[in-house]
């Protein structure tokens, strides 16, 4: 099962943040993938860490965008931002020290976070840039 | 000698530390106090120039007016206007003589070294018109020096010297170039030094607050306490004796009466070529720079508002990916500091899939490496209290550190460890707590790595520490090259702090869960290293600006530099006279005009070129000189100019001159001999003037001085 899709109304408008996003949805869906076959281990760890090295670069990317833009919310948006990058190393930690990742918590947080802010930072972003 | 000089700048820069304390020490300010006495220069100039009357007989008047009815302002500002032109001096020799031990010159480092070459011909000229212009004793000095140097190149028609022969032969006019050339020369020296910081981004340009007032008020001071003077107002028919010099910016000129303008001309082009060679002299030293790999590259722009040298620039993307941007590297302007790597996101160590590689990488020291290279040195630690050192190449000897409880991982600059290394280290249970080791504290070599930290830590500047680490597990210690012992100290007190909290076990994920994401964020944590009181410290600062303000204020005139023996007088040759023609003019005859194309004909045809002047100048009965001048102008067709000049005792001479323009093997066109009665200090000028029937000696008031001999 695929855990998350990407939708048209997630698209930001900008080229190379929309691709990124598109990018994520994919790795996450592999690591998802993944840890249906197997909860711990090497491979998870090195999921994580490869999603953690992407979405810190996707969001260093996105903020550019954003300043360059003079985004108003941009404080509001990178905090969101740090608040996703920290769930991240919790599950990071957990996974470093022994506990299994389920998919429940897995699954939930990200998707909830993804699906929550592409509906409304990203969104808020996206209607800013139309203005 | 390099090394020497830098072990002397490392101890100066630790002693000044101790009284000034790091931030405001002057020695890795030299550079801004530059500027910032420029602008002191400026400012009083300005004002200064308000009150300066800039006609040649009234411009020393105007000053002295200036001096004593303005003391408190005017008085104040002209001496600003010239104290803080000699600090400047001695600022930027200092920044000179410093960057040199450091070797900051080379890789991208030649452009700010080379354009401050001209910088400093800048200066001096700015501050030798500054001395003209007052028109005293030591303006005339400079400018007969400085004319006769000038024509020492050969470039002028005329010499230019005979500007100020005498009172009479004064001309008003090259004195008025003098000033405006004080205005346009500053300006051109500002443009310079404009570009002089171009390739440093975030250059320092304004000393730290404390530091500029602190040179003012010294500056002032010193203004009051010694105010700038001007000398006995301009006499051209004198020749002082004894002159209070500026040794800051006037020491050329008693080396000129030694060594002759030409050869002072050839020792300071060639000092110049060779100070501007230097960054590309041996040894030479280039590791390779960095290199951006596109696979891990989405444009973010971070390794480009962090560099240090504007090596990097945001260029469209080449992949043809989504992206629009894309890092490229300028290699001949990257001096591989690896501070790039340091703000690269991608940089984490925590990446395990396949091979680490950052989006910006220095193929000498990749981030792989330093992953392994940590993993590896901390393995072996034990105790309670493990630490990890990260190490620059400038630091105070962090890689002496090492042993059961230390790891050290060295770095080209501690700005080029990304912030997640120290997630990864402290979260990872691989030590207890990291400690950055640098170069002293606003002095980094790599120039922004120190401030790009403390700032990472802070969470003030991306890619900026996890609010989850604890920052009292992350300490960082700036210390001077000379002070290893600083350093040690500060590892032996961090250590001690880490046994208190105990080992980083207790923390994990379930702690750093609920940690702010936003908002104030301490800073590292530092050691408390034992410094000077209150009272010593200031006492020190106080010393340091009186050692400064005295050394300035005496040499600005002291020691007084002997031109011309007491008992001497200085006879001068000097005319300018245009010799014969080759050939006389001839009428064309009738035939020789009708062949001439008709918008061609006149009565006479004349070629051009003249006959050199021959001179000859007789003291005595012995000769002094012999000469053959030759016409000036592209066709040899102009004057032909003499200027030479002789000390000689005060007294009674005999003069012989004697002149030949008609190109004969012998015989002369104009003789003449006089008895002269030379004054101590007088000026004396023999001239040939054939309209007023041939050489005329002395002035009229000199006159009565001479004999004519039929």
Known sequence: MTLLLWQDNFSVGIAEVDHEHRELIGLINALHAALGTERSGERVEAFLGEIYADISAHFALEERVMRERRYDALAEHKADHERLLDQLRDMMDAQADGAVLDDARFGGELAEWFTGHFRTHDARFHRSLAR | ?710
């Open chain 2, 1 to 710: 000698m390099k090394r020497a000089l830098r072990w002397l700048f490392e101890r100066v820069e630790a002693g000044f530390a101790a009284v000034f304390g790091q931030r405001l020490n002057p020695i890795p300010q030299l550079g801004s106090l530059g500027w910032f006495l420029f602008w002191i220069v400026t400012v009083s100039g300005i004002y200064v120039y308000v009150f300066f009357d800039t006609g040649l007989t009234q411009a020393w008047e105007s000053l002295e007016r200036l001096s004593r009815d303005q003391w408190y302002l005017g008085g104040l500002m002209r001496s600003l206007h010239r104290y803080a032109s000699d600090a400047l001096v001695v600022v930027v020799f200092v920044h000179l003589l410093r960057e040199f031990a450091l070797d900051r010159m080379r890789g991208n480092r030649w452009f700010p070294w080379v354009t401050g070459v001209p910088l400093l011909w800048f200066m001096y000229a700015c501050g030798i018109t500054g001395y003209w212009m007052v028109w005293d004793q030591l303006a005339q000095y400079v400018a007969i020096a400085t004319t006769e140097w000038l024509d020492a190149i050969g470039i002028f028609a005329e010499p230019i010297a005979r500007n100020f022969l005498d009172s009479e032969r004064l001309s008003g006019r090259f004195f008025t170039l003098i000033i405006y050339m004080h205005i346009a020369l500053p300006l051109l020296m500002l443009l310079f030094m404009w570009v002089h910081i171009q390739r440093h981004a975030h250059a320092r340009v304004n000393p730290p607050r404390g530091l500029a007032l602190g040179t003012l008020a010294a500056l002032v001071v010193l203004s009051y306490a010694w105010p700038a003077q001007s000398q006995a107002p301009a006499d051209l028919d004198r020749v002082p004796f004894s002159l209070g010099i500026d040794w800051f910016y006037l020491t050329v000129y008693p080396l000129l009466d030694r060594m002759g303008g030409g050869s002072l001309w050839l020792v300071l082009a060639g000092g110049s070529l060779l100070l501007s060679l230097l960054p590309w002299l041996p040894p030479l030293r280039k590791p390779p720079p960095a290199r951006v790999d596109l696979a891990n590259c989405n444009g973010c722009s971070r390794c480009f508002a962090d560099c240090p040298f504007g090596a990097i620039t945001m260029v469209q993307r080449t992949d043809g990916l989504a992206f629009e941007q894309e890092a490229k590297v300028d290699a001949d302007q990257c001096m591989s500091c690896g501070i790039c790597v340091g703000a690269c996101p991608t940089a984490t160590p925590f990446r395990r899939a396949g091979a680490l590689s950052a989006g910006i990488e220095l193929p000498d020291r990749s981030v792989a490496g330093l992953r392994d290279e940590l993993i590896a040195a901390t393995a072996k630690l034990s105790g309670p209290a493990r630490v990890l050192v990260i190490g620059c190449s400038h630091d105070a000897g962090s890689r002496a550190l090492a042993d059961d409880e230390t790891a050290v991982v060295g770095l080209p600059c501690v700005g080029m460890l990304p912030p997640s290394f120290l997630d990864f280290a402290l979260a990872r249970h691989h030590v207890d707590g990291v400690m950055l080791s640098g170069c002293a504290a606003h002095d980094c070599y790599e120039r922004l790595g120190d401030q790009w930290v403390e700032q990472r830590i802070a969470n003030e500047r991306d890619p900026n520490l996890r609010a989850r680490v604890p920052r009292e597990r992350v300490a960082v210690s700036w210390q001077n090259p000379a002070q290893p012992g600083r350093l040690r100290e500060s590892l032996v007190q961090f250590r001690q702090h880490l046994r208190q909290l105990g080992p980083a076990t207790a923390m994990g994920a379930a702690s750093g869960a609920t940690a702010a994401t936003t908002g104030e964020r301490p800073a590292a944590w530092r050691a408390r290293l034992a410094e000077f009181g209150r009272p010593v410290r200031w006492s020190g600062q106080a010393a340091a600006y009186a050692v400064l303000v005295a050394s300035v204020g005496f040499l600005a005139t002291r020691p007084a530099y002997t031109y011309l023996a007491e008992d001497q007088a200085l006879l001068k040759l000097s005319f300018s006279h245009a010799g014969q023609p080759l050939k006389p003019c001839r009428r064309y005859t009738p035939e020789e005009l009708a062949k001439l194309p008709f918008s061609e004909r006149k009565a006479t045809s004349c070629e051009r070129g003249r006959w050199p002047v021959y001179v000859e100048l007789d003291l005595d009965g012995q000769p002094v000189y012999r000469g053959t001048h030759e016409p000036a102008g592209l066709w040899n067709d102009g004057p032909s100019a003499v200027y030479v000049r002789f000390e000689v005792p005060a007294g009674r001479h005999r003069v012989v001159a004697r002149l030949r323009d008609n190109g004969a093997d012998s015989g002369f066109t104009a003789f003449a001999e006089r008895t002269i009665e030379l004054a101590p200090g007088e000026n004396f000028v023999v001239d040939y003037r054939a309209a007023e029937g041939g050489f005329v000696f002395g002035l009229p008031a000199q006159q009565g001085a001479g004999t004519e001999v039929p």
